[in-house]
């Protein structure tokens, strides 16, 4: 089984302890290829990038919009 991070792409998932060989939020079974995450508001544990997504949108709306808010405060120098 190969497990993905999201971030950065294809970074093997070698040092996070893996306890399950499921997705903490769906309890499904990750495929042989599986692209995962962690949450970064709580300590849920891997889940499958679709299910983060879901999990970060379900329970941590206002962290989220919160680092929206500070990212758009950011100076702009990317488009300089
Ligand atoms: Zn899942
Ligand atoms: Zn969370």
Same mark, same amino acid.
């Given at each position: 089984? +190969? ?7 294809? #970074? ?16 499904? #079974? ?19 990038? /679709? ?22 405060? /950011?100076?702009?120098?990317?488009? +300089?």
């Amino acid at each position: 089984m +190969q497990l993905l991070w999201r971030e950065p792409w294809l #970074k093997p998932l070698i040092d996070y302890d893996i306890d399950s060989e499921n997705c903490s939020l769906c309890k499904g #079974k990750f495929d042989d290829i599986s692209f995962v995450t962690s949450c970064e508001f709580c300590v849920i544990g891997i889940m499958h990038d /679709k299910c983060a997504n879901l999990h970060i949108l379900e329970s941590h709306i206002s962290e989220l919009n919160t680092k929206i808010l500070q990212h758009k405060e /950011k100076p702009l120098h990317d488009f +300089q």
